[in-house]
């Protein structure tokens, strides 16, 4: 039930700036916390950004994340080729009683 | 250093049952509550359920209530899906993970595959 609207995908070349969007609703980004998750090809997801805002340590600074009313956005400063990779917003669904994931955007690196 | 290892993904029939475990170290598990969270191939993301410490609470997704049951051991530092009438489209890799205070699977097991086809 991904009721959570991401693009499926976005690119830059080296060093440009890249933003993704997470579009939600009142009962989910828009009375809790998003989380971020990055999936490297092949491997598990990863926690990214935390509290709408947070890095947890070891995330490079050049990521950072907002969140205003029902969307939510995550930026990647810098861009690397080692952030090739599929991207992931979650929040808890007061209505649904249970998490969402969005539906992913998959970045590229030109 | 927190380890999840997932176990008892295969192949299963359509209208099988298969339980899935993943045994934790490296942290208190008693503490924290816990994810399952799925991903069908080529696909994205989907949670799954989780459940709250002491196991007095658990949450499903809408798709899999009635069929799967989420529940832990804390004594043996495991967590558990017992998944029931296995459709098609509960192929999918399925990840343990833990929570914290913050956040929704802060740390990931690896994952097992579950594929349901005759």
């Known amino acids: 039930q991904s009721v959570l609207t991401q693009p499926p995908s976005a690119s830059g070349t080296p060093g440009q700036r890249v933003t993704i969007s997470c579009s939600g609703s009142s009962s989910n980004i828009g009375s809790n916390i998003v989380n971020w998750y990055q999936q490297l090809p092949g491997t598990a997801p990863k926690l990214l950004m935390y509290s709408n805002s947070q890095r947890p340590s070891g995330v490079p600074d050049r990521f950072s994340g907002s969140k205003s009313g029902t969307s939510a956005s995550l930026a990647i400063s810098g861009l690397q080729s080692e952030d090739e990779a599929d991207y992931y917003c979650a929040a808890w669904d007061d209505r649904l009683k249970g998490h969402v994931f969005g539906t992913g955007t998959k970045v590229t690196v030109l | ?118």
């Open chain 2, 1 to 118: 250093e927190v380890q999840l290892v997932e176990s008892g993904g295969g192949l299963v029939q359509p209208g099988g049952s298969l339980r899935l475990s993943c045994a934790a170290s490296g942290f208190t598990f008693s503490f924290y509550w816990m994810t399952w969270v799925r991903q069908a191939p080529g696909k994205g993301l989907e949670w799954v359920a989780n459940i709250k410490p002491d196991g007095s609470e658990t949450y499903y997704v809408d798709s899999v209530k009635g069929r799967f049951t989420i529940s832990r051991d804390n004594a043996q530092n495991s967590l558990y899906l017992q998944m029931n009438s296995l459709r098609a489209e509960d192929t999918a890799v399925y990840y343990c993970a833990r929570d914290t205070g913050s956040a929704m699977a802060w740390y990931w097991g690896q994952g097992t595959l579950v594929t349901v086809s005759s």
